[in-house]
Structure formats: C-alpha cells, structure tokens
C-alpha cells in the first residue's frame, strides 16, 4: 500500500464500439452429452445474478438439481449448486451483466452432477461423498435410512441424519420436515460422546453409539454411579424423553455438559395445552413425551369426534400423529388448532362423558383456516437487513405481496421492487412461476419514482491517464492498492476526510458502478464516485449510453498506479458502467500488425472449456478473437467443428 498525492500525464486510450447490447444470455455447455450445445436466457437486467442462469440450465435440463460451473471470459469458473428453491456457492450473487460486458460474451457451463425428479442428495460429511436416492413425501426418515443401509450396508440405527442443520427423528415424515425433491440431507456415524449429571452434581462421561437408545443411556449411567433406576429418570435439555429413542435422533451438544440429567421424577413432566375447536378451547393436562396421536384419542373422548376426522395445527405447522408434544415444542399453556373435514362443519359436537375435567373458554367464532399444499412462508429482506415473514398462497400474485409488505411495512407499492434468485419479479404474474416455494427468501429494494436516472462519472472517453506521485506525506485516505481504485468525495461532516477527495480500493473485481457503493476508507459512509485508477492490473471498460449502444476500452496493462484527471477529462452521463480488473501475473500479446497498435489479453484463471485451473506455465492455446484455453481442449473442439463459446469467432491459433 502507498499514499498517492500528485499526477503526472501519462497516456491517452482508444474505445471500441460493441454495436447495440444483446437482450439474452449465451449459454455454451462443454462436457458431457449436451457438449456444444447452447442456450440462450432471456429476461435478464441489471440486477440478474449467476443464480437465476443456474435455474434456467435446470429447467432446461429437466432435472431437479445440479452441480455446475459457470466460467464468463477471462474469469475464474463459479461453482453452484441449484434445486428448485435455492442457489449456492461462491459467485451466485455476481451481476450478469458486469460480468459479460452487458452481455456482449458468451458464458460456458459445465455440468458436473445432476439429481433427477423424484430424488434427494445424501451427503456423507466426513467422506466427502455423496448419492442420490429415491424419494417420497410420505417416507419416514427411519424409511429413508433403511434406503441408505440397502446402499451402503450402514446399519440404519447407526445413522445419524441432519437437514438444515437440524438432527432428525426416525418417526418424522419428509413432507413435516419440509424436505422436497433435490433437497440435500446429511449423514453422520460416528460415536458421540455424552455428559450426564447427577443429582449430586458429578458428572458422568459415556461414549454412546448413534444406535443405543436413552434407556441404555440411563441404565449405563446409573450402573457408573451405583444408582438405583426407582424413582429416577433421565432428562434431555431439562425435559423427559423417550426411553426408546435413540442418540442418533438427538441433537447433542458436545460442549454442554448438563444436556443430559439424572433427577427425581417431576410432576412437571404434565403440562396444560389449549385446543382450540371451533367457537372454543378446551385444556387437557397431558404429558410432555405423549404422541400427538394420544393427544387424538383424549379429543375423540372428551368431545365425540373420531380420531380419523382430526388435523392438529401448531402454529400453522400440520402435526404427525407419531411425533411427541415436546418433539413439536409444545409447551405449557400452549394452544392447538383442531381442523374439521367440510362436510362435518354443521354438525354437532357429541360430548362423551369423562371421568377428567375440563375446562371451556367460549371464544368469538372463526372459521378454521385450511392450511392447504398451496400455503407457504416466505421472507423479505429489505435493503436495511431487516427480514420480515409474510405468509400467502403459491397462487397468488406479486401485486398482493407487495400489497401485504405494504401492510407491514407502510412502502409504497409503486415503490417496490422485488427480487428473488436475482430475477425481478413483476406484477400481475403470480408466485409459482418464479418457483417461489416455501420459506424462500426474496430482497427488497426502493424504486426512484420516475425510473432510475443516468449516473454522472468521469467522461472516460476522450480522458487522459495520468501516473500517480508516491508521497510518504499524502493523507490515510489518498492510500492505494493493487487493482482498481476509486475516487470520490466524502461529504460526511464529522469524517476527517469531510470535503476530501478519497481512495477506494477494490482489488480485482467487476466493479458495477449502479450497483456497488464506494464508501469512504475513514468513515465507512458512501461517497461521490468521480474517476477509477489501477495498479499492477490488467484493466478495460465497458459502458453503455443513452442510446443503449456499448462501447468498451480494450485490455491495458498497469504496473505503476494510474488515474483518470476528473477536473482534466469532465464528466458525462452513463445509463451503465463496468470496470474489469484482473491480476496481471498471466497475459499474452497479440504479434503487432502494421498500422495497429500492440495488444495485451489475460489468460483468464479457469479454462473455458474444461473449467479447470490455467496461468501461463500450462499448455495454453492463444486466439486471435483473443481468448485462450488448453491447448488439448481447443484441440478437441476444433477435431468436433465448434467455434469459440465467448465470441463465435472460428478458432484460429496465435501462440
């Protein structure tokens, strides 16, 4: 790093003009089957990322899931997993449109796996491996193991098996956990060990098997501590459990050492729950580990309704019949909701006498709300980090969204806009054709009323470069770095820098000038972007004017740090404008022709047909459209009549 204080003029550039900006996306695949075919993405804008182009390929694929990369020219490959309603991986949030120079390049895509419809990915996390197996709504997931054990001969009660982070039970269905086609579930084997502490306060050290059961856990603790088993009983997390549990269904916390506790039996194993039928609510007392199906059978005798007419909700959740009330987090004093078939909506309530009182609180009528498959949970994170929770149909539109956030939030809906996988969603379509399932996540931004205006930046075009002076006395914020930097001015009053002009540093990047923020070194606020500089990079420009031509700058090559004059150049008005840097460690030239000026490319730090690792030590074929890969790989789309898949220019070897 180093202070930069005066300028010296250094060099003029030359633009050239792209013609008018593509309206879709070229997608070129490399390897396997599809290997030279290609696909073209429509819908695509400022604000599209590399997520939205990993959905498209899968539905172009017809798969529920993928494993792909992604490599634009001149770039490093981007990794991304994608199922129906997510996208991960380093890289998925990147702009498109920074990326391609407004889409002026052609990507490649390389598909390295694939989940078919009807299945989920089991991951072995120690192994590093993983499967894809068959699935279903209604599976279990003790059925889901048993699945995995015909696969890979693990015992099904030595799995131990998470989604989400979150350890399942064998009882629990995949439709309650919310697990859907091409979801990711993760197994685990190996021994745990546990901390139980007695009444005494001692504790007791057991290395326990994901297939020993709580009872063997009790049984072998109290055997240590020469306890008697009458009158005791074991305690997860302060609660009664299952004796027939196993460990590899609990989510033990190897670092808490009072997870597990030996104590008299409590009365306060029963609990208090509402049930909320109709126009009423009425209490039972029940006990913590009993099954929602106990809790099905007390309703049928207490209120005369047949255990097969019953739907229990808690808090919108459907409950499984197998699952216990403290599987489900249900509490003291906590209320069910009890949903009725239709066609038994005028009937009669038939009490049954009982033995047990009951209490009944008459509440105002309500219509049970059907929790139908079309229901769902979504979150909104708006631009401030705040997430809020909005429930609605898949049927309905993107117009009531935005009215409920509306609601929520007092934002205007003309001021709304919505994204979800970086595609814009617009009004009047509806949420399932964007794929939008339950707890998906979409950002909320601000519109400026009227349409977003052209931004002010340097006039670049005819501007001159100017090599920056080192002073060792220059202010903390006039200090650079390798790659491109920005110049602004911070109008923060109470920063040090108040009125300065200030540095940013960027490294190497794609840098969107609509959509990245400059902010001040000193006071982290954001500042006037006025002029870019670049140091030890290979750099170029792309930019867009108001008649949505694109010109660009070819590649130039800086080792000392340079700046644009912005006081020397002017300013002009840009609808677009993106700023490329890359290190410039790996570069070829092109041999100079007379009357043309010498050129320099990087070698981009994956191959675009193989997507593999290249610098300038590999055996790297170089284009005269500019572009290099693997020798062997060039080779082999020459051998199969295929033409570059950034530019569609014929290969033609330089070097």
């Not at 599976?139 to 054990?149: A, E, M, P, Y």
């Not at 609510?281 to 097969?308: A, M, P, W």
């Not at 054709?433 to 349409?451: F, V």
């Amino acid at each position: 790093m180093r202070n930069s204080d005066t300028l010296l003029d250094i060099q003029s550039k030359n633009e050239i003009l792209c013609g008018k900006a593509p309206d879709r996306l070229k997608v070129v695949f490399v390897n396997n089957e599809n290997l030279g075919q290609r696909i073209y993405i429509e819908g695509i804008n400022e604000r599209t990322q590399f997520s939205y182009v990993a959905q498209k390929v899968m539905e172009y694929l017809k798969v529920s899931g993928l494993d792909l990369s992604i490599v634009p020219e001149y770039s490093k490959a981007i990794k991304l997993f994608t199922n129906q309603r997510l996208v991960k991986g380093e890289g998925r949030q990147i702009s498109i449109e920074a990326a391609t120079g407004f889409l002026t390049s052609g990507i490649t895509c390389c598909v390295e796996s694939r989940i078919e419809m009807g299945n989920i990915r089991v991951h072995f996390e120690k192994q590093g491996k993983f499967f894809n197996i068959p699935y279903h709504p209604e599976d279990t997931v003790l059925v889901l193991k048993r699945k995995i054990s015909e696969r890979t001969k693990i015992p099904f009660e030595k799995q131990l098996m998470k989604f989400k982070q979150r350890i399942l039970t064998n009882s629990q269905k995949m439709r309650q956990i919310g697990i859907q086609e091409a979801d990711e579930v993760y197994i685990e084997t190996d021994t745990r060990q546990l901390s139980v502490m007695l009444q005494n306060g001692e504790k007791i050290q057991i290395q326990a098997e994901n297939d020993q059961t709580i009872g063997q856990i009790f049984s072998i603790a109290c055997s240590l501590a020469e306890l008697s088993l009458d009158g005791l009983n074991i305690y997860y997390n302060s609660n009664p459990i299952i004796m027939s549990m196993l460990i590899g269904e609990l989510d033990i916390n190897q670092e808490k050492h009072d997870q597990f506790a030996i104590m008299n039996r409590k009365q306060t194993d029963y609990i208090h729950i509402y049930v909320r039928i109709r126009a009423k609510s009425v209490d039972f007392i029940v006990n913590r580990i009993d099954t929602i199906r106990d809790v099905k059978n007390l309703i049928q005798i207490k209120e005369g309704i047949s255990y097969e007419n019953q739907k229990l909700f808690f808090k919108e959740l459907l409950l499984d019949d197998n699952q216990t009330l403290q599987d489900q987090n249900i509490r003291n004093w906590n209320v069910l909701d009890l949903e009725l078939p239709r066609s038994s909506n005028n009937q009669q309530i038939q009490q049954t006498p009982s033995t047990e009182s009951i209490s009944i609180v008459q509440k105002p009528s309500q219509t049970p709300v059907s929790k139908s498959n079309d229901e769902i949970q979504i979150f909104v994170k708006a631009i401030s980090g705040e997430t809020i929770t909005v429930n609605l149909r898949l049927s309905d539109s993107i117009d009531i969204l935005k009215q409920k956030i509306n609601e929520k939030q007092h934002i205007s809906i003309q001021k709304q806009l919505l994204f979800f996988a970086g595609k814009k969603l617009e009004n009047g379509k509806q949420l399932k054709d964007y794929k939008i399932q339950n707890y998906a996540t979409l950002n909320l931004e601000l519109r400026l009323l009227g349409g977003l205006p052209p931004k002010v930046f340097t006039n670049i075009e005819n501007a001159n470069f100017h090599q920056s002076m080192i002073s060792y006395s220059a202010p903390a914020w006039r200090c650079t770095a390798s790659g491109l930097t920005l110049e602004g001015l911070c109008k923060n009053p109470s920063c040090q820098a108040n009125d300065q002009r200030v540095i940013c540093n960027y490294g190497y990047t794609d840098f969107d000038l609509f959509l990245n923020e400059p902010k001040c070194p000193m006071c982290n606020q954001a500042i006037y972007a006025l002029s870019p500089g670049f140091s030890k990079c290979l750099w170029r420009i792309h930019y867009k004017k108001a008649n949505k031509s694109v010109s660009s700058f070819p590649w130039k090559k800086n080792e000392e740090h340079q700046a644009i004059c912005s006081q020397e150049a002017g300013f002009s008005e840009y609808d677009r404008l993106v700023i490329h840097a890359v290190q410039s460690t790996s570069t070829w030239k092109m041999p100079v022709k007379e009357g043309k000026a010498e050129e320099i490319f990087p070698i981009g730090e994956s191959c675009g047909l193989c997507h593999k690792k290249q610098d300038i030590q590999a055996n790297v074929m170089a284009l005269r459209c500019g572009h290099s890969y693997h020798r062997n790989c060039t080779m082999n789309w020459i051998a199969r009549k295929l033409q570059c898949p950034h530019c569609d220019l014929p290969f033609e070897q330089v070097l």
